[in-house]
């Protein structure tokens, strides 16, 4: 059973433009949501996260959006850039266990 | 943030032959390591969790006897893949969690495997 949904599976953008992608949870014991970013041939790395206690969370051009009552996140990313182009994965875990992963979301942003 | 770093970063071996790869925390001690398998264009698929000193846990449908894991000390896990064939090529990518339970986990870089 998936856990976390990722949409859309993939996203092209313009040069400064707002990229948006949405994940929605099952779990309710969910405590951590983190988004990563991965470049081809790379391991993911850690963009920003959030936990159920805050609503949005912001780190430079990279914004978390998290609706508890709708068990839904979504990360954008503002004045998006071509080195922004990379598949995005969004994830939940619970009281620090391991990490549920979205299907990602590959990103192009044209320049 | 804390730094991860796997070896090999790619390999290639013939079928039949065994292939070790090493995940390593350079500056935190980490109690828990997990190991993940991705296909191109795919998610990150959890194979198994790591604890130091225990045995590892599997997710379902992961061979143990295929993938062995072991959780040495606090700064490596490896994990090794026995009598590789074809279908095991894939990229492996190892995660870890400091001993602080902040549920942030830090990954290394991936290790590519192929298997002629």
């Known amino acids: 059973q998936q856990q976390v949904k990722q949409s859309p599976q993939s996203l092209i953008v313009q040069k400064g433009g707002i990229s948006i992608i949405n994940c929605a949870y099952e779990n309710t014991a969910f405590d951590y949501f983190p988004w990563y970013q991965q470049f081809p041939g790379k391991g993911p790395a850690l963009l920003i996260a959030?936990?159920?206690?805050?609503s949005e969370k912001k780190e430079g051009r990279f914004t978390i959006s998290f609706n508890k009552s709708a068990k839904q996140f979504s990360l954008h990313i503002m004045d998006s850039q071509p080195g922004d182009s990379a598949t995005y994965f969004c994830a939940a875990s619970h009281s620090a266990r391991q990490l549920t992963f979205g299907s990602g979301t590959q990103l192009t942003v044209l320049p | 943030g804390a730094v991860v770093s796997q070896h090999p970063s790619w390999v290639i071996c013939k079928s039949g032959t065994s292939v070790k790869i090493e995940c390593r925390s350079l500056d935190f001690q980490a109690t828990t390591m997990f190991w993940y398998r991705q296909f191109p264009k795919q998610s990150l698929m959890l194979m198994a969790t790591s604890n130091e000193g225990s045995k590892a846990t599997y997710e379902q449908g992961v061979e143990k006897d295929k993938f062995l894991i072991n959780h040495a000390s606090l700064t490596l896990s490896t994990l090794t893949v026995t009598s590789a064939h074809p279908e095991d090529s894939s990229f492996y990518i190892c995660?870890?969690?400091?001993?602080?339970?902040?549920?942030?986990?830090?990954f290394g870089e991936g290790s590519r495997l192929t298997v002629l």
């Open positions: 959030i936990r159920p206690d805050v």
């Open positions: 995660s870890a969690r400091g001993t602080v339970t902040t549920g942030e986990l830090f």
